[in-house]
């Protein structure tokens, strides 16, 4: 069987936090502080009022599906993928709602990706360990920006590689390094690299490997 690559699409394949910011401003005059990773901290309204939680959610839901194609490719995503699907199954899971995923699969064929997407909510450990079995990969490698799901993956489906990538510039500075991730890469050549010798490998990952033993 072939090997398999499950990856992430925000902050991973496409910009979407310098978009969303840039449509928080333009659309509802909310500034997006790009250097928090918490959102609520980094979303302020310039009347001064403070956002719930349900709000804040509502304006991502008025960003997916309607806003998408203001998003941007990462420099490299695309070849390293075409690399990669020379040798692997590959598989977008994205944490958006189920009506978004033609949307998602529309915007990642006009920058040149295309690969099954499936669309998902809550944690990602569940859904990569049926990926993994669906498949019957013998070695799998799981990218995303987000430590929750790697800690979820590490949980549900520990023989999984987990690859932390934090892809927007002005954001990766201030996210620490994922804990249950094996290794944290930011640039898509060197991701491709380390990728790439994981399966040529061919073996599962260890239950737990502290951040950076994988070079």
């Not at 609520?40 to 008025?62: I, Q, V």
């Not at 990538?165 to 500075?173: G, Q, R, Y």
């Not at 380390?194 to 990952?205: E, K, N, Q, S, V």
């Amino acid at each position: 069987m072939k090997p398999l690559l499950i990856c992430d699409c925000d902050e991973v394949l496409l910009h979407m936090v310098r978009h969303f910011g840039t449509w928080l401003d333009e659309a509802h005059d909310i500034e997006f502080d790009l250097s928090s990773h918490d959102w609520s901290r980094a979303m302020k309204p310039r009347d001064g009022s403070t956002l719930t939680a349900e709000a804040m959610w509502g304006y991502l839901d008025g960003f997916f599906p309607a806003e998408m194609a203001r998003q941007t490719v990462v420099p490299h995503a695309r070849e390293s993928l075409e690399a990669l699907a020379e040798q692997a199954d590959i598989v977008i899971l994205t944490n958006l709602r189920d009506h978004c995923r033609e949307h998602r699969i529309a915007q990642l064929d006009t920058h040149g990706i295309v690969h099954r997407v499936e669309c998902n909510q809550g944690g990602k450990g569940r859904p990569v360990a049926q990926l993994v079995e669906e498949h019957g990969a013998s070695v799998a490698v799981f990218v995303d920006d987000l430590a929750t799901h790697h800690e979820s993956v590490a949980r549900e489906a520990p023989h999984v590689f987990r690859l932390h990538m934090v892809s927007e510039p002005s954001l990766a500075p201030h996210v620490p390094v994922a804990p249950h991730a094996h290794a944290r890469i930011d640039d898509w050549r060197e991701a491709q690299r380390w990728i790439t010798a994981r399966f040529a490998d061919g073996a599962p990952a260890p239950h737990h490997t502290p951040y950076g033993d994988l070079a």
